[in-house]
């Protein structure tokens, strides 16, 4: 990869790794929110604790993505650089859940702006307009402020997020 001191928390797909929850519970030591994810993911919590994509400390599920090591493999960055982009695993990865549903986006403001231009406007982009508390891709109320929307991206997808969450807690 040509990897010129990459931020950890820009994924290779083009998600931004700081809207995660369990990047989120990592960072605070949110040992409570970890085991939730834990159960979710049905793995340990110590396999649960994730500081990016390109970090050393991922999840058991970022630890087996298979957008890394095809981008490794092929020597790039991310996704959209890449001359199949894009391909049949990212756009079904990409359909999969509410949270991806700005990668095309994404990738294309790496290609045109670059990954730290591009880190700082997630950065923005993910937190809560009112406290300015970074939260997650689902927060469509702050946690910290009670703020609506808990952030841009949570106020653009509200519906495909809510529509996501009412499923997930049925099951």
């Known amino acids: 990869m040509e990897n010129h001191a990459i931020p950890e928390k820009a994924a290779v797909c083009g998600l931004y790794c700081g809207a995660c929850g369990i990047f989120l519970a990592t960072q605070s030591n949110d040992t409570e929110k970890l085991a939730q994810y834990a159960v979710r993911l049905n793995q340990p919590v110590e396999e649960t604790r994730c500081l990016g994509c390109r ?10 993505c298979k957008m890394v090591s095809c981008a490794a493999g092929k020597g790039v960055d991310f996704c959209g650089s890449c001359n199949e982009y894009p391909c049949e695993a990212l756009k079904d990865f990409q359909a999969m859940m509410p949270h991806r549903a700005g990668l095309w986006e994404s990738q294309a403001r790496i290609a045109e702006a670059g ?16 406290c300015g508390k970074a939260n997650t891709s689902y927060d469509i109320k702050c946690p910290s402020c009670g703020n609506i929307p808990g952030n841009h991206f949570a106020g653009k997808h509200s519906a495909m997020i809510k529509e996501y969450l009412s499923k997930l807690s049925k099951s």
């Open 55 to 64: 970090s050393n400390t991922k999840t058991a599920w970022c630890r087996a």
């Open 115 to 130: 990954p730290e231009v591009w880190m700082r406007e997630m950065e923005i982009h993910f937190a809560c307009p009112a």
